[in-house]
């Protein structure tokens, strides 16, 4: 099991999409699960913090095993 902060579409690779997805959900509150994915820093808010650090990661990609 593979996790790559960043990669909220969890396709394997930090994209665009999840960056837009991110900047979509912004200056809210994480009240599910599924909210949780969008809040990179984990402080309960899915805020400018959690965009520049998807931002910062756009291209990586996990390692194939």
């Known amino acids: ?3 790559l902060a ?3 579409g ?12 991110i900047k ?3 200056n809210t ?3 599910t699960d599924a909210d949780a994915r969008f809040d990179l820093d984990a402080n309960g808010r ?3 913090a959690d965009l520049r ?7 990586r ?3 194939r095993n």
Not at 10 to 21: E, I, L, P, Q
Not at 53 to 59: E, H, Q
């Open 53 to 59: 650090i998807a931002t910062s990661r756009a291209g």
């Open 46 to 48: 899915i805020e400018d």
């Open 6 to 8: 960043g990669d909220v």
């Open 24 to 26: 979509a959900r912004r």
């Open 61 to 63: 990609v996990l390692p």
């Open 1 to 3: 099991l593979g996790v």
């Open 29 to 31: 509150n994480v009240l």
């Open 10 to 21: 969890r396709s394997g690779k930090v994209t665009a999409a999840d960056v837009a997805a």
